[in-house]
């Protein structure tokens, strides 16, 4: 359907399929958070925070269902090398690795000996090292997590190398760091701040730093502003083209922060997540709902070949 798109600048006709259409493939959720596409299985894990659970949707049979009962308020998901499962979990205020046999492996809860704040949002870069987000989202109240006190100077964006379990942050001066992304070469990280939620004022933009070799980051600059409401998770596609969640839909934007266009989506836009056979399917996590469309682009990275 034309109007479910809105075309900013001529070369966004190029990357949507006017034959394609919205589909909402689930509703009943609270809040859509952390979609992740498993190629090797042909579903889709997304957390539902409020309720406490992640939810998984088959692409063969279309059926959904609950996960895991119980996921610690999960939000941010994402795949290792391996293919195994990474969670960003609330109330414990850590990340864990889901293992083969169903085992829950905990990769970081504090750094310098306090308890972290609540990883949102995490990413895997290719040698392996694992970047999250520690905003305050999930002590702030007891309907995302659990309320309680930060136990850090600051809300920070961590580097996790597993193989020795070396935590360092990388990024200090966020108000509210939230999703993350690399580009396709990995060299530019792309960090959301969503610190104007429920304010009148605060950020609302993506940043973008430089990754060193040492991978440290450099160069921090706003890419972009997003609204309405604030950018919450995003992903990059093959092209470097950012695709964003917003208030009234998705929104596409060049690497330096053009705005191409938007996707309309009924409900505000949590997350997204690229997907399907071709990785040119999007999943799009609203307030209530899951959705997906079919775009002429694919995601930057694909799955992890190898199962969970």
Not at 68 to 90: M, P
Not at 257 to 274: D, H, S, T
Not at 292 to 299: E, I, K, P, Y
């Amino acid at each position: 359907m034309l109007d479910v798109f809105e075309i900013v600048d001529p070369r966004f006709r190029d990357l949507v399929l006017p034959i394609a259409w919205l589909e909402r493939l689930h509703t009943g959720m609270r809040w859509c958070e952390g979609p992740v596409y498993f190629a090797d299985q042909r579903c889709l894990i997304w957390s539902d925070i409020p309720n406490n659970r992640l939810m998984r949707w088959c692409e063969d049979t279309q059926a959904v269902g609950v996960f895991r009962a119980d996921s610690n308020f999960a939000n941010g998901n994402t795949r290792d090398r391996q293919g195994r499962l990474v969670t960003c979990e609330h109330r414990t205020r850590r990340v864990t690795r889901t293992e083969p046999d169903g085992t829950l492996t905990v990769l970081a809860d504090r750094y310098r000996g306090r308890r972290l704040n609540s990883p949102n949002d995490v990413v895997v870069k290719s040698d392996g090292t694992l970047w999250f987000t520690d905003p305050t989202y999930g002590i702030a109240s007891d309907y995302e997590g659990g309320r309680a006190e930060s136990e850090q100077d600051g809300r920070y964006v961590f580097r996790l190398d597993p193989r020795d379990g070396t935590l360092a942050v990388v990024a200090d001066d966020f108000d509210q760091p939230n999703g993350l992304a690399f580009a396709p070469d990995e060299s530019v990280l792309y960090i959301a701040d969503s610190g104007g939620i429920g304010r009148e004022a605060g950020n609302r933009h993506i940043r973008a730093f430089t990754v060193r070799a040492d991978n440290t980051l450099a160069n921090g600059r706003v890419v972009t502003e997003v609204t309405p409401h604030a950018p919450d998770g995003f992903r990059v596609d093959e092209a470097g083209r950012l695709w964003s969640s917003a208030g009234d839909g998705v929104h596409c934007y060049t690497p330096e922060g053009q705005l191409l266009g938007k996707i309309r989506v009924p409900e505000r836009v949590g997350n997204l997540a690229f997907g399907g056979a071709a990785g040119n399917r999007l999943f799009i996590c609203g307030h209530t709902s899951l959705y997906a469309l079919f775009v002429n682009t694919r995601g930057a990275t694909a799955a992890p070949a190898s199962a969970a």
